[in-house]
């Protein structure tokens, strides 16, 4: 249990910088925002995906050991 919560942690601090240094997440091609007047939706297809193929890969690697 330990062990996850520090690759967690970790993980988070990594996409922090990754975000800090300008990579778009959130607002990739695949990402759906739709305005009207005063109502807006955002629904964040694209980056759903791929966090989902990365913490699937990452829950992955570490259930091996």
Known sequence: MGRLL???GVVLVAVGLLVNMGLPIGRLPGDFAV????VSFYFPLTT???ASI???LLFLFL???
Not at 35 to 38: A, E, L, M, P, V
């Open 6 to 8: 520090i690759v967690i």
């Open 35 to 38: 305005r009207r007047g005063n």
């Open 63 to 65: 259930g091996r050991r």
């Open 54 to 56: 990365l913490l699937t």
């Open 48 to 50: 759903s995906i791929i």
